[in-house]
Structures are given as C-alpha cells and as structure tokens.
C-alpha cells in the first residue's frame, strides 16, 4: 500500500491496474477496509486502474480527527487523487463509502464522471437513526468488541450468516482491530450527514444503486423510490447489506458497465 500524510495522520491506498476506463474509485463502508475490494479488483484491474482507499481510522489509515465527518473524508480521497495527478474518476462507494461519494459529489462535482451508490443513501438519518448512532457511541465506549460483533452480524440475514461464517469473522477480525475513538468518530459523522437528494438529481453523469432485497439496514422499496426520484440505474440483489460479499458477482458484472 502507497500513503499520504494529511492533517497530521497517514491515509493508505492501493492503485492497482490499467486500462482505457476513467480510474474507478471504491470506498468501503463503516467497519470495514480496503480489503472487502480484492476478490472484484482482481477481474476489474483489467479495464481500467482502481484505487481503494482505507478511510480516516479504518484498515491501516490513521484517525484525523474527533469526528469523521463526509466533508473530512470526501477530501481525504481528493488528496489521494491530486497525489496521484488523477483529475476525473468514476466512484463506487458501499454503505458510508456512498455518503462519501456523494460529498465528494457535492464538492467536487467536475471530478466525477460516473457515480455507484451500494446499498447506501442519499438521505440523511432520521430522529431515531441519530439516536441509535447517540448510543453506538456510548456502547463502543464501554464494549467496543461488543459492538463491533453485533453491528457487523446485523446486517446479515441468518442464511447469510451461515454461508459468509468465515468471511464474516474475518470483517470482525479486521474492525476488533480499530481504534474506539475512530468507530466514535465515523459514527458522529455519520449522524451529522447533510441530504444529497438535489446533488443526485442534477448530476447528469451515469448513477447506479444498488440495494439488497433483504436488507436490515436499508429499505429496498424506498431505495427504489429515491433511485427512480434521482433518475437512477436501480439494481436488485438478492440478499443483505453487503453485496460485496453476498451478491459478489453480480455486483461486479454491474461494476463492468460502469462507462
């Protein structure tokens, strides 16, 4: 993995392939690292370069700040990119990786040539939402271990614990690794997200979502709804949360028709 040095903390990120495509960005989600990527850049590296990136206090990346905000991320990945002398890119971002993307979007939309929401949202947390994350952080205080096993078994189904068991111990295994105070900071940035509805909609570049049918986190219905309101290419996938690793490829031939 290559670095960076930000505000005072060492941002990691893998570029790895090459091709004719703009340069495709992945952005994992909370809890997780770069490393949920590998088993699709493998075919997608192919076509085009990919860069994976281990936002602020997840994978190998240092904490920045008490709060994580989107903004604080969204430029993260800027920098990794003017580093890099990459000036427009595709981004698909899973779950907090999308609200990413879609900061990014906000304040960086020349950049942007095509946009991949993964079981994600363009809204904000509602009133409970917020009160969950209130106490999120309050748990991992106490019990961060605790936490990170029941956030990360929630968003499976008990078919998919089954099936992902290893797959699923090992994401475990890699967020036990975190830092308490950074699970705290992504969890506070993440309650304090904006609404990218009207981002979405004017967005004129090609724009995928994909949602799981059985989704605890997401409602797929309302995930059609604000896709089909944003003007969006909508998916379907069969399982949960983590298409990545329950829907893995057909979420890459998905990732293959992005332009």
Partial sequence: MSEINHKNGKIYYKIQGAGNKVPLVLLHGFLEDSEIWNPMVKDLQKERQII???????GNSEG???VHSMRLMADVV???LKTLGIEEVSIAGHSMGGYVSLEFLKNFPMMIKNLMLINSTPVEDTVEKQKIRERSVKLVGKNKEAFVSMAISNLYSEKSKIEFASEIEFLKSRAFKMKAENIQA???GMKNRMNYLEELRRFSGQK?????KQ?????INEISRLSDDCDCEFHEMENGHN????????LRTIMHFID
């Fill in 215 to 219: 989704d605890p986190i997401l409602e």
């Fill in 243 to 250: 298409s990545y690793m329950e829907d893995m490829n057909n």
């Fill in 78 to 80: 800027r920098e990794v």
């Fill in 186 to 188: 992504a969890l506070n």
């Fill in 52 to 58: 994976c990136i281990d936002l602020p206090g997840h």
């Fill in 64 to 66: 920045i700040a008490e």
């Fill in 208 to 212: 995928i979502i994909v949602a799981g």
